[in-house]
T-cell receptor, first 111, second 115 residues
Framework: QKEVEQNSGPLSVPEGAIASLNCTYSDRGSQSFFWYRQYSGKSPELIMF????GDKEDGRFTAQLNKASQYVSLLIRDSQPSDSATYLCAVNGAGGFKTIFGAGTRLFVKA | GAGVSQSPSNKVTEKGKDVELRCDPI?????LYWYRQSLGQGLEFLIYFQGNSAPDKSGLPSDRFSAERTGGSVSTLTIQRTQQEDSAVYLCASSPSGGPYDTQYFGPGTRLTVL
């Protein structure tokens, strides 16, 4: 079992719709969870982070964490073509410093 | 302020040659990470430096790979006797303290092609 798993996609949504990206992780002791966005040929950049169970909202983005289910998700409301990118889920384990990245989900937002 | 910088941006080498990749972290950041990203894949952790502590080398794929960080700042990743499977983008990131809640800031990467 991979430590951090994501559906590779591609996930295709129409402009204005909600995009839902999911991630599961294997280390129950994981402390912090991050979503990075990576445009083609570019480096990852942080979108959201979440540490506690529940929802965290930032503009059009909402991160959701359920530690009991070892599940973290990212919702993008009012999706825009500029949101088309690969979204990487990243998890810091119980050790704290070693970040494990998922393989990423490719999102396409159709105009 | 200046972000993480890496050099060279592209490196083409022949199989069996040694290569050195350089990373300059954000000033003041004590933690530095190296990752490898193969085409269409996620980020593979290679090595982590935090201050003056011994680095975590658990992600290095073989003894052909080594890294050092001088003066707590610049880091060099060295790959000896390169193989074609080493071809990938090598990304460096830094963070303020290396703790579990830190955001990592990535450099632009070095694209390594081994012929």
């Amino acid at each position: 079992q991979k430590e951090v798993e994501q559906n590779s996609g591609p996930l295709s949504v129409p402009e204005g719709a909600i995009a839902s990206l999911n991630c599961t992780y294997s280390d129950r002791g994981s402390q912090s969870f991050f979503w990075y966005r990576q445009y083609s040929g570019k480096s990852p950049e942080l979108i959201m982070f979440i540490y506690s169970n529940g929802d965290k909202e930032d503009g059009r983005f909402t991160a959701q964490l359920n530690k009991a289910s070892q599940y973290v998700s990212l919702l993008i409301r009012d999706s825009q073509p500029s949101d088309s990118a690969t979204y990487l889920c990243a998890v810091n384990g119980a050790g704290g410093f070693k970040t494990i990245f998922g393989a990423g989900t490719r999102l396409f937002v159709k105009a | 302020g200046a972000g993480v910088s890496q050099s060279p941006s592209n490196k083409v080498t022949e199989k069996g040659k040694d290569v050195e990749l350089r990373c300059d972290p954000i000033s003041g950041h004590t933690a530095l990470y190296w990752y490898r990203q193969s085409l269409g894949q996620g980020l593979e952790f290679l090595i982590y430096f935090q201050g003056n502590s011994a680095p975590d080398k658990s992600g290095l794929p073989s003894d052909r790979f080594s890294a050092e960080r001088t003066g707590g700042s610049v880091s060099t990743l060295t790959i000896q006797r390169t193989q074609q499977e080493d071809s990938a983008v090598y990304l460096c990131a830094s963070s303020p303290s290396g703790g579990p809640y830190d955001t990592q800031y990535f450099g632009p990467g070095t694209r390594l092609t081994v012929l």
